[in-house]
């Protein structure tokens, strides 16, 4: 166990739903990320939070909604998702956002995520 | 910004040889360079890592080397086990606040 948790590991929506992806960490840390993984190609951040501040948003649609109630939990809301967002989604989290510490990533396992 | 490179995409290697994944990266400033290990139905973990401040760290059968004039890194597996079988990432950023870059990973799989 890596100290953050995801739930859940699979899910399976249409395009039409709203469904919601949570990690938790208990680590201590300050900072967590959201990354899309896809078969064949780089990990892809997707947003950072800083002491719950979102820090990044790389570009991210809208039908991707971050919120990070405190340092420890941090949720992915999805919206009208379409078929090419089927991916693995990751949630990790480090000390902080800046300096040695920044680097320091760990990552839960991660949510399989098929839109049908 | 930051692009990484990372080859091969897949590879095979008897049990007991060696195992080499090369990584380039385009930024100089970058100055931190992590590899990540990713087990069948786990997230990413991080098993070595090397800052640009030495050209060599080792941990046990695990090893990266890090040329800065030419921009590229390395990880090294000696005496390969079955359950080094996973898919590894290399990873590079500048200690600021820009986001790690990974690579887009190498499959190994080592045959008993």
């Known amino acids: 166990e890596t100290g953050v948790t995801q739930t859940p590991r699979h899910l399976v929506m249409g395009m039409t739903n709203k469904k919601s992806l949570k990690c938790e960490q208990h680590l201590g840390h300050n900072a967590m990320y959201w990354y899309k993984q896809s078969a064949k190609k780089p990990l892809e951040l997707m947003f950072v939070y800083n002491f719950k501040e979102q820090t990044e948003n790389n570009s991210v649609p809208s039908r991707f909604s971050p919120e990070c109630p405190n340092s420890s939990h941090l949720f992915l809301h999805l919206h009208t998702l379409q078929p090419e967002d089927s991916a693995l989604y990751l949630c990790?989290?480090?000390?902080?956002?800046?300096?040695?510490?920044?680097?320091?990533?760990?990552f839960g396992a991660g949510t399989r995520l098929s839109v049908l | 910004g930051e692009n990484v490179e990372q080859h091969p995409s897949t590879l095979s290697v008897q049990e007991g040889d060696s195992a080499v994944i090369k990584c380039t990266y385009s930024?100089?400033?970058?100055?931190?360079f992590p590899w990540y290990k990713q087990e069948l139905g786990k997230g990413p973990q991080l098993i070595i890592d090397i800052r640009s401040n030495v050209g060599e760290k080792k941990d046990q059968r695990i090893a990266v080397t890090l040329n800065k004039t030419a921009k590229h890194f390395s990880l090294h597996i000696t005496e390969t086990q079955p359950e080094d079988s996973a898919v590894y990432f290399c990873?590079?950023?500048?200690?600021?606040?820009?986001?790690?870059?990974f690579g887009k990973g190498t499959r190994l799989s080592v045959i008993a």
């Open positions: 990790a989290s480090s000390p902080s956002t800046s300096g040695r510490a920044k680097n320091i990533q760990y």
């Open positions: 990873a590079a950023s500048f200690t600021g606040n820009t986001p790690l870059v």
């Open positions: 930024d100089s400033a970058s100055n931190y």
